[in-house]
């Protein structure tokens, strides 16, 4: 993509415009779909039914990303009031229900996202007792993976599975929030405790000392000392993953405000100013901040969607007034940017809210395509723009 002028953010008319563009999009992606589940990201542009895996067929809730498409589904209520949406969106919470009841597809850290914005948001907005008690289900088996004494959730696979035993990522500090729900609806201290100590180990270890993140870092297990970090997902294991710095704007800065931990907001600001200082002219980042203005690497639009929901939470709890007001500045600039040279044409155009996203690019997955995640941030920003009052899911 060539680069373009930043743009300095949109007006009320032009918010109003891209939510029902998206809502539009939403709507019709909806009912094509009905209660499966799209994959991961386009192909062309266009969503095809998730794959089958192993005893979970075609279009089943497997994986981490389904829940991206319940939490539009709740934005989409939200912003429009239409029922539909909201109908559509306990379909998908029953099925969450399920999938945790079943213990299908539950070895992952990632049961934050997919409980947080399936069953937690039901809960938070319709009292579902249902979905209160999955959502304890999810907490539960989340906090099977806390590993004594490094005092870090694991990231990935069986617990007995030497490869993954003893690493987490980056990502993970967004898979806090369903502990800290769970704490607050229990009284129980464990879940507090797990979420300090494991964003303490991610202050310290995955945040390098030039502002960069790692993707992903491993501790010995038995011992607790920290081995390493690597990549996964980045150009090399010593760059600077796009998507994953975006979560460590959003995932220290939604962490602080629950822990006072005041070295993780120190984090949330190192994070975000490394971000902000390595965008090209169009503020919408490369897949890695290794690369810059004249590369010809691909961007992704996904990051800087997770950027601006994680700036603006950032200024929500900055205790430096100057600080707050530019980082809600630079958010605004940003999805200004994404709205103008992101988003398609015409909402029939496409079937993601927002194009040129990447997903794993080493391994040639969901590159130039639009991905559940991106939609999801993308929609959550303007949600947070046009609503200032908007009470967040996780």
């Not at 979905?131 to 989340?142: C, G, I, M, Q, V």
């Not at 993707?215 to 081995?227: I, K, S």
């Not at 941030?377 to 200032?388: K, N, S, V």
Request: proline share 4%.
């Amino acid at each position: 993509m060539t680069s373009t002028p930043p743009v300095q953010g949109t007006t009320s008319t032009e918010t109003d415009a891209a939510i029902a563009a998206a809502l539009s999009t939403i709507r019709r992606t909806s009912a094509a779909f009905g209660g499966s589940y799209p994959g991961d990201t386009t192909v062309d542009d266009r969503y095809r039914l998730r794959p089958a895996e192993g005893a979970i067929g075609e279009g089943g809730n497997r994986g981490w990303t389904t829940s991206f498409r319940t939490g539009m589904l709740w934005l989409a209520w939200e912003l429009s009031g239409d029922e539909s949406f909201r109908d559509a969106a306990l379909v998908d919470t029953a099925d969450f229900g399920r999938r945790v009841r079943a213990e299908e597809d539950l070895d992952t850290h990632d049961l934050g996202f997919l409980f947080t914005l399936s069953t937690v948001a039901a809960w938070r907005l319709t009292g579902d007792e249902a979905a209160r008690e999955a959502s304890l289900l999810a907490a539960d088996h989340l906090m099977r993976r806390f590993l004594e004494p490094a005092g870090i959730i694991q990231a990935w696979g069986d617990l007995a599975d030497p490869a993954q035993r003893g690493r987490t990522i980056i990502d993970s500090l967004m898979n806090m929030p369903l502990l800290t729900w769970a704490g607050e609806q229990t009284s129980d201290p464990r879940y507090a405790d797990a979420v300090r100590r494991h964003t303490a180990q991610l202050r310290e270890h995955i945040l390098r000392e030039d502002d960069t993140t790692f993707h992903t870092f491993y501790w010995d297990a038995e011992t607790g000392e920290p081995l390493r970090g690597a990549t996964e997902q980045g150009a090399f294991d010593d760059s600077c993953w796009a998507r994953g710095q975006a979560w460590g704007v959003y995932g220290f800065a939604m962490n602080y405000a629950v822990t006072g931990d005041e070295r993780l907001l120190e984090s949330a600001r190192r994070c975000a100013d490394y971000f902000l200082a390595h965008l090209p002219a169009d503020e919408v980042p490369f897949w890695d901040l290794v690369y810059t203005d004249g590369s010809d690497a691909p961007r992704d639009s996904s990051s800087a969607a997770i950027a601006v929901c994680g700036l603006l939470e950032l200024a929500s709890v900055e205790t430096d007034a100057a600080r707050a007001a530019d980082y809600s500045a630079r958010a605004a600039s940003m999805l200004a940017s994404l709205v103008t040279h992101y988003t398609p044409a015409e909402p029939e155009d496409a079937d993601a809210l927002i194009l040129h996203s990447v997903y794993d690019l080493p391994k040639q997955n969901g590159v130039d395509e639009g991905t559940l995640w991106g939609d999801y941030f993308y929609l959550e920003a303007l949600t947070r723009l046009a609503r200032p009052d908007w009470k967040k899911y996780w």
